[in-house]
Nanobody, 116 residues
Framework: QVQVVESGGGSVQAGGSLTLSCVVS????????VGWFRQAPGKERERVAGIVGDGRIIYADSVKGRFTISRDNAKKTTYLQMNNLKPEDTAMYYC??????????WGQGIQVTVSS
């Protein structure tokens, strides 16, 4: 059974940093995509950053230069290092992993709150 578990959220002041972790367990083969999404109240969910199975990394324009996504394959853990956080980064952050056609798994989400 595939499980996606996020950790590391919290509250910081603007300009601060947080690191989110996402552990995907219960699968054997390589993933197609693993990434972070976020959803603020009243807004649609948006992609923040992701790693494609071939190693390509994708960032939303709004976080380029501030956020860094990385992965430790041995630990099956994906990290999102968030620096210079802004109040507009406040949202529920979700980790998602695509393991094949029709096989996308989501975590329960973790809150990130940035105060001005």
């Amino acid at each position: 059974q595939v499980q996606v578990v996020e950790s590391g959220g919290g509250s910081v002041q603007a300009g601060g940093s947080l690191t989110l972790s996402c552990v995907v367990s219960g699968y054997t083969y390589n993933f197609n995509y693993v990434g972070w999404f976020r959803q603020a109240p009243g807004k649609e969910r948006e992609r923040v950053a992701g790693i494609v199975g071939d190693g390509r990394i994708i960032y939303a324009d709004s976080v380029k230069g501030r956020f860094t996504i990385s992965r430790d394959n041995a630990k099956k853990t994906t990290y999102l290092q968030m620096n210079n956080l802004k109040p507009e980064d406040t949202a529920m952050y979700y980790c998602a992993a695509n393991l094949g056609i029709g096989r996308t798994y989501w975590g329960q989400g973790i809150q990130v709150t940035v105060s001005s």
